[in-house]
T-cell receptor, first 111, second 114 residues
Framework: NAGVTQTPKFQVLKTGQSMTLQCAQD?????MSWYRQDPGMGLRLIHY???????DQGEVPNGYNVSRSTTEDFPLRLLSAAPSQTSVYFC??????????FGSGTRLTVV | AQTVTQSQPEMSVQEAETVTLSCTYD???????LFWYKQPPSRQMILVIR??????QNATENRFSVNFQKAAKSFSLKISDSQLGDTAMYFC???????????FGQGTELSVKP
């Protein structure tokens, strides 16, 4: 099992560019989430999904879109990148009643 | 909304000693789960231990154990026989119900010194 796979691992964007962070899991988990991690602020939830076709906002959803067309994939789209979106992004998945398994993260820099 | 508070930004412990990391949370829910995650310098998030709120018995995983005080809304992590590899950031997290959103505290940076 590959677990939770995030691509790319590193990305530099210019202000105003758009991009998609990819996330895939091969464990047939129902629940998937995207987090961002900034120094001194822990992990903050961006978007969340309870299954294919169902998504919900987290604490910091502005500037990000998600969709969940399959159980396996949960891409995160940055619509128009801003320097405030410079962060480390984590995708995670979970079966019901258990803890989340995390991907290895994407370090995004917006210049 | 649920909140998770870790009041110790940094801690240090000598190798082979015991250390306790504190966590409090605020919720009106009855059915929830609590977790401790470890994030070493590699940045990978690793699940350390899990507690179901309806279980009174404290969870243990090898050298890691928790003290779950439901009425006080407290969930501390005890690491026994600390090892150099335990050096990491530790996050306490709360999840409402079996498939809810996972909410994190701000973390405690633990250094294990030789």
């Amino acid at each position: 099992n590959a677990g939770v796979t995030q691509t790319p691992k590193f990305q530099v964007l210019k202000t105003g560019q758009s991009m998609t962070l990819q996330c895939a899991q091969d464990m047939n988990h129902e629940y998937m989430s995207w987090y961002r991690q900034d120094p001194g602020m822990g992990l903050r939830l961006i978007h969340y999904s309870v299954g294919a076709g169902i998504t919900d906002q987290g604490e910091v959803p502005n500037g990000y879109n998600v969709s969940r067309s399959t159980t396996e994939d949960f891409p995160l789209r940055l619509l128009s990148a801003a320097p405030s979106q410079t962060s480390v992004y984590f995708c995670a998945s979970s079966p019901q009643g258990y803890g989340y398994t995390f991907g290895s993260g994407t370090r995004l820099t917006v210049v | 909304a649920q909140t998770v508070t870790q009041s110790q930004p940094e801690m240090s412990v000598q190798e082979a000693e015991t250390v306790t990391l504190s966590c409090t949370y605020d919720t009106s829910e009855n059915n929830y789960y609590l977790f401790w995650y470890k994030q070493p310098p590699s940045r990978q998030m690793i699940l350390v231990i899990r507690q179901e709120a309806y279980k009174q018995q404290n969870a243990t995983e090898n050298r890691f154990s928790v003290n779950f005080q439901k009425a006080a809304k407290s969930f501390s992590l005890k690491i026994s026989d600390s090892q150099l590899g335990d050096t990491a950031m530790y996050f306490c997290a709360f999840m409402k119900g079996p498939g809810g959103k996972l909410i994190f505290g701000q973390g405690t940076e633990l250094s294990v010194k030789p």
